[in-house]
């Protein structure tokens, strides 16, 4: 695999988020929600940065791909939501690629009755956007590429490296 990020450079970048995430909500009710699984590492290393009293949710969303059924079919599971009624609430994810998931996941969400609702990304994949909306922040923009490390996985594997590679064919054995 080919190092895209290195280590340094996601914590660097996760701590300059937190420092803006903090002016951005200083004396707000904040409530963090992080997307299973991708979004694990980016959260964990996020509110440790963030000098703030924050809740955190949690919620699942898988798309369906496969012969039988179209790539923009989403499933959301907001179990672990807490309630965001009257929070200011910002969702957390691994990467924005088509934007279907977020888009999905923001529309769901905005039903709570929240103070407001923001979103930001570690990774945002350039070129690939099939929605209109965009993330409010995000970390690194990167080209077209199938990446892993630091949440990001092929077939569940490779979520615990601390940077972010590109996955090569070779590596997919």
């Not at 895209?4 to 995430?21: F, G, H, N, R």
């Not at 955190?56 to 807490?82: D, F, M």
């Amino acid at each position: 695999m080919k190092t895209l990020i290195s280590a340094d450079e996601v914590q660097a970048a996760v701590a300059q988020l937190a420092a803006t995430i903090e002016n951005e909500y200083r004396g707000k009710p904040l409530t963090i929600v992080g997307v299973l699984t991708g979004s694990l590492m980016l959260l964990a290393d996020l509110v440790r940065h963030i000098d703030l009293p924050l809740k955190i949710g949690l919620i699942q969303a898988s798309s369906y791909r496969g012969k039988a059924t179209r790539a923009e079919r989403l499933a959301i599971n907001v179990s672990l939501t807490p309630d965001l009624t009257g929070r200011h609430v910002l969702l957390i994810d691994d990467i924005f690629d088509t934007g279907h998931t977020l888009a999905g996941l923001l529309e769901q969400l905005s039903h709570g009755n929240v103070a407001s609702l923001k979103s930001a990304v570690l990774l945002w994949k350039e070129g690939r956007q099939e929605v209109e909306i965009v993330p409010d922040h995000h970390c690194f923009k990167i080209p077209d590429q199938f990446v892993v490390g630091y949440g990001l996985d092929y077939d569940d594997e490779y979520r615990n490296l601390p940077y972010v590679a590109v996955l090569e064919e070779k590596d997919c054995g």
